[in-house]
């Protein structure tokens, strides 16, 4: 599903401060794997990220998305994807505080360019929360919830337009031990349902967790 070949991702190309937050990075994720991105601050862990999620341009090297080279797509058409392909989840949850749990999982239909019916966007969001054992709290404000609450109505959010993708940034980051064992069990249920999963983390407890490592050092891609 995912191959990225040779690329490089270089910030203030050609100047005295030129930096390879990538470097001839090259890697290969199938379809319905379950994969742990992992490497110090600074390493290039979220730039890979966002290369795999159609968010950032690369100066050099070849990105194949399900058989499309995503370099030769204009940013419609890279949009198209991210609201097709990818859900993300970020360790900051980026959910509306003031919203309830229901209307915050229903919140990427608003961008799909595929209409749904709003009693078949409730009956998805529904089920989902169900799913991840959220649906007693479809009306509950998420100011007032927990950090894992918080995260599992993110996951929630991030699968509602049944991405085949699931894009995790530190998604354990800002959680206590037994809250981030349950997020793992949600990421593996989003796994066992098909869904590509790829968790970007710096723990290794949580990268033992999945079925494959990937390092990244420097920029450079270690397996």
């Known amino acids: 599903m995912i191959k990225i070949e040779g690329v490089s991702k270089i910030y203030n190309l050609g100047k005295q401060n ?10 290969e994720i199938d379809n319905g794997e379950l994969v742990a991105i992992v490497g110090k601050s ?14 950032d341009d690369y100066e050099k090297g070849k990105y194949t998305l399900g058989g499309q080279d995503v370099g030769k797509l204009g940013d419609s058409e890279k949009s198209l994807i991210r609201n ?4 993300i989840v970020l360790q ?4 509306l ?7 915050n999982v229903m919140i990427p239909f608003y961008f799909s ?9 409730k009956k998805r969001a529904m089920e989902l929360l169900k799913e991840l054992s959220m649906e007693h709290l479809c009306n509950q404000k998420v100011n007032k919830l927990s950090g894992g609450q918080k995260q599992r109505v993110a996951i929630a959010r991030a699968m509602i337009t049944e991405p085949k993708i699931l894009l995790a ?3 354990t980051g800002a959680l206590d031990e037994k809250t981030s064992e349950e997020i793992m069990n949600a990421m593996r249920l989003m796994n066992k349902k098909g ?3 790829i968790i970007v983390t710096h723990d290794m407890s949580v990268a033992n967790q999945c079925e494959r490592i990937i390092e990244i050092k420097d920029g450079c891609i270690y397996e």
């Open 92 to 95: 900051d949850f980026a959910l």
């Open 195 to 197: 869904v590509t999963v």
């Open 113 to 121: 360019p595929n209409k749904v019916k709003r009693s078949e966007q």
């Open 169 to 171: 940034d530190e998604p």
């Open 18 to 27: 030129e930096f390879y937050a990538l470097n001839n990075a090259s890697l």
């Open 84 to 87: 097709q392909w990818i859900g």
């Open 42 to 55: 600074g390493a290039g862990k979220s730039t890979l990220m966002h290369i795999i999620a159609c968010i």
């Open 97 to 103: 505080e003031r919203y309830s749990v229901l209307e």
